[in-house]
T-cell receptor
Framework: ETGVTQSPTHLIKTRGQQVTLRCSSQ?????VSWYQQALGQGPQFIFQ???????GRGNFPPRFSGLQFPNYSSELNVNALELDDSALYLC?????????????FGPGTRLTVL | DAKTTQPNSMESNEEEPVHLPCNHS???????IHWYRQLPSQGPEYVIH???SNVNNRMASLAIAEDRKSSTLILHRATLRDAAVYYC????????????FGTGTRLKVLA
């Protein structure tokens, strides 16, 4: 069984640019969540997708957007990058949405904004 | 908005029990309590979750206060492999879903 994979592993962008991060869910998982983890901090919930629909959102501006595809892979798009967007971006998939679901995290994409 | 509060760091001797506390005084009735841990350079890993009752699994136990405003993760016999950052999380399932992570407790296990 393949776990959650993310690409790329590292990325360097400049302020104002746009970036797309990708996540491949664990087989059979229809729910994906994205998190931002700044250095030395806990993960912050960005949003969750369930069967291609946004299912929940944290306190992030609209320039953070996402997509979930029919095969349940997912993208996180960030427009107009700011220096504070530098962080580890984590993707997590689960079998179902809800309070009892177990999330399986990928290794993350390290984004640096210069 | 809901939040969780955890001590920044704790130490334990190997083979001894560890009690990791978490305060979540603003918890709502339908919020689940989850614990995950994160090893260096890895994504978080599920440990345990509960709603109202105490829970046990092969990794740990979760003790939830009667008023649900606090919980404690119990590792029965700490090993060196348990050294990690432990996160207490509220999973909000009413309305739109939200996952509210605490700042985490860095657990150091001494040989």
């Amino acid at each position: 069984e393949t776990g959650v994979t993310q690409s790329p592993t590292h990325l360097i962008k400049t302020r104002g640019q746009q970036v797309t991060l990708r996540c491949s869910s664990q087989s059979g998982h229809n729910t994906v969540s994205w998190y931002q983890q700044a250095l030395g901090q806990g993960p912050q919930f960005i949003f969750q997708y369930y069967r291609e629909e946004e299912n929940g959102r944290g306190n992030f501006p609209p320039r953070f957007s996402g997509l979930q595809f029919p095969n349940y892979s997912s993208e996180l798009n960030v427009n107009a990058l700011e220096l504070d967007d530098s962080a580890l971006y984590l993707c997590a998939s689960s079998l179902q949405r809800g309070g009892t679901d177990t999330q399986y995290f990928g290794p993350g994409t390290r984004l640096t904004v210069l | 908005d809901a939040k969780t509060t955890q001590p920044n760091s704790m130490e334990s001797n190997e083979e001894e029990p560890v009690h990791l506390p978490c305060n979540h005084s603003t918890i709502s009735g339908t919020d689940y309590i989850h614990w995950y841990r994160q090893l260096p350079s890895q994504g978080p890993e599920y440990v345990i979750h509960g709603l109202t009752s105490n829970v046990n699994n092969r990794m740990a136990s979760l003790a939830i206060a009667e008023d649900r405003k606090s919980s404690t993760l119990i590792l029965h016999r700490a090993t060196l492999r348990d050294a990690a950052v432990y996160y207490c999380i509220l999973v909000r399932t009413s309305g739109t879903y939200k996952y509210i992570f605490g700042t985490g407790t860095r657990l150091k296990v001494l040989a």
